[in-house]
């Protein structure tokens, strides 16, 4: 059985930074992909970014390329996300998935992810 862990969330003023962890366990292989997602109050869920276990590949949603970089530490079966210049609009419960290709750029478009997480709240103030 596939299970995600999340960890990481909390609170920080605009501008600081937070790191979120996924542990990822279940799968037999390291071919499988990671997306975090996002969700604010009253909005759609949004996807950040995605990366693949097996060849490191990063994608990135345009709202969050050069504030937050995704990588897999397939040692320790974790995916983080390190997100810097935090702004307020970044505040989110976030969750990551976990999907056999989750790392490919439709299907994080889709959102179509096999797994989930329970997810970690993120809130910036201003």
């Known amino acids: 059985e596939v299970q995600l862990v999340e960890s990481g969330g909390g609170w920080v003023q605009a501008g600081g930074s937070l790191t979120l962890s996924c542990e990822v366990s279940g799968f037999t292989s390291d071919d499988y992909g990671v997306g975090w997602f996002r969700q604010a109050p009253g909005k759609e869920r949004e996807g950040v970014a995605c990366?693949?276990?097996?060849?490191?590949?990063?994608h990135y949603a345009d709202s969050v390329e050069g504030r937050f970089t995704i990588s897999s530490d397939n040692a320790k079966n974790t995916v983080s996300l390190q997100m810097n210049d935090l702004k307020p609009e970044d505040t989110a419960v976030y969750y990551c998935a976990a999907d056999k290709i989750g790392g490919n750029w439709f299907v994080f478009l889709s959102g179509e992810y096999d797994h989930w997480g329970q997810g970690t709240q993120v809130t910036v103030s201003s």
């Open positions: 990366i693949s276990a097996s060849d490191g590949n990063p």
